[in-house]
């Protein structure tokens, strides 16, 4: 399971190209051609670091509901689908004696399913599979990287949740709050109009945009920027800090 950063070949840490090197299938969740760009993406840093001779192999991503009624269930069954697709790839083109390997975006500790298929995956064959993960650079870094900010006060939290349940966060637990997985852009009904938001875009790529200031004055921009980006190359990958006025 190698972490390969939010998108810049450049942000590839050393122990993912060790790692990269030393593997002989590549399975990669394939979302279609609206995301062939991130593909590409990843087949240039195999092409850059992989051993002669690997493969890589597309899984199909199996759809999923993104207004369901019952959005654990919605998940559950996504995620039972997504196991089936692997095993079925995993048992086609992995050979005894050979090392299979994950890309991940940003850290595959955050946010991301792939180490929950492999565990549901061991439990249902009822046989030990070893995972070594590889830690990437995370969005969130980043993002406040990008900014050339500090995520948080002398010796405040950070709260890292996601849109869906960015409405839930206690007070005194806002001051500083990572919010990622908001396809709504929640923080405009919950934010204050003095509030700080630090937004970014296909963080390290050539497409990168970032916008910040107060919720008042850039929430409009924000909207208009990302629904032009989505429009124009058919995906996006987002992230923002929210920081409560001081």
Known sequence: MIGIGPGSPRQITLEAVDAIAATDVFFVLDKGSRTSELTALREGMLAAHAAPGHRLVAVPDPPR?????????????????RVDAV????????????????????????????????AQ????DGREIDVEVIAGVTSASALTAAHGIVAHGVG??????????????PDGANLNQI??????????????ADDIVYWGAYLGTEHQILVSGRVADVTAEIEEKR????????????????QKAR
């Open 179 to 192: 919010v990622m997985l908001d396809s709504d852009l929640a923080f405009r009904a919950t934010a204050a």
């Open 65 to 81: 509901d993104r207004s369901p009624a019952d959005y654990e269930a919605e998940v559950r069954r996504w995620h039972t689908a």
């Open 156 to 169: 405040e939290p950070i709260l890292t949740t996601t849109g869906r349940r960015l409405a839930s966060t």
């Open 121 to 124: 995956l061991a439990e249902r």
């Open 87 to 118: 095993e079925a790839a995993v048992a086609d083109h992995l050979r005894p004696g050979e090392t299979g390997g994950f890309l991940v975006w940003g850290d595959p500790a955050l946010y991301d399913s792939t180490l929950r298929i492999l």
């Open 227 to 242: 629904a032009e980006a989505r429009t124009r190359l058919g995906w996006i990958m987002d992230i923002y800090l929210l």
